[in-house]
């Protein structure tokens, strides 16, 4: 009797704690949304810090200058290549980088009818969400979309109730191409106040392990992009 008891409790705590803390996805989602509120317009400078088990680099982006993103710290040639391929890649840019780097649309994370509460892990709620938006994998020159193989989890801070990151994770290999294989993908963003404080979230750290094989030859990649020191900018020239 005992050991039933004690089935039946883990088998209905799950079921308390998703009624409950549904509600708490809605409000921080409302409060992301709320700290948008005036900032429709407003530009941020910020460092961008890249780094991979054998390189470090730490550019600048800044849209009141030309060009935009530079290097800050030691100017190296993957510093350097890692600068150029930024300011090339604005021109086909939907958002520029810091309007990119805004949560601008919170209410995406939650899917009516299809949101669930999944469990509670590093003083977090932790809930699935549809990816609605295209992830691509880039390699061998082409583009190929990989919504259709990822999961999408959001998480919600359960001390300060706001939104604090995301994640997409591959739940099992797929094939993105006829000759290549991803083992294990997993994506974790964190988001937090673009001043610590009351302003908009932003992403501040994302990292990413991807590994696999392509063209008969295996890879693991793995890398920690985190955005800090932003700063608001009121002009930048046209």
Same mark, same amino acid.
């Given at each position: ?6 089935l ?12 409950n803390?549904i509600a #708490?996805? =809605? %409000? @921080?989602?409302s409060?992301?949304?709320a700290? /948008?509120? *005036?900032? !429709? ?6 460092r961008k810090?890249i ?12 849209p ?13 040639? #993957?510093? =350097? %290549? @890692? ?6 890649? /604005?021109? *086909?840019? !939907? ?45 061998g020159?082409?583009?190929a ?26 739940p ?50 793995q ?16």
């Open positions: 009797m005992k050991a039933l008891y004690s039946c409790l883990l088998l209905l705590v799950p079921q308390a704690a998703h009624s803390d #708490a996805l =809605e %409000a @921080a989602i409060d992301a949304e700290r /948008l509120e *005036g900032h !429709e317009s407003t530009r941020f400078s910020f810090t780094e991979q088990p054998d390189v470090r680099v730490v550019l600048r982006y800044d009141s200058q030309k060009p935009p993103w530079s290097v800050i710290g030691e100017e190296t040639d #993957a510093a =350097e %290549a @890692a600068a150029r391929s930024q300011n090339e890649s /604005l021109a *086909g840019a !939907e958002e520029p980088p810091d309007r990119d780097a805004l949560i601008t649309d919170p209410r995406r994370l939650l899917t009516a009818g299809e949101t669930d509460f999944l469990r509670e892990e590093d003083g977090a709620w932790v809930y699935n969400f549809d990816l609605k938006e295209g992830v691509e994998m880039a390699g020159g082409e583009r979309d990989i919504t259709r193989y990822l999961n999408g989890e959001v998480f919600v801070d359960k001390k300060s109730g706001r939104l604090s990151g995301m994640r997409f994770f591959a099992e290999p797929f094939k993105p191409a006829p000759v290549a294989k991803v083992k294990e993908m997993n994506v974790r963003i964190d988001f937090a106040p673009v001043d610590g404080g009351e302003g908009p979230l932003v992403s501040v750290r994302e990292e990413t392990k991807v590994s696999g094989s392509a063209m008969f030859q295996s890879f693991s990649e890398s920690t992009t985190t955005y800090s020191g932003f700063e608001k900018v009121e002009t930048a020239p046209e």
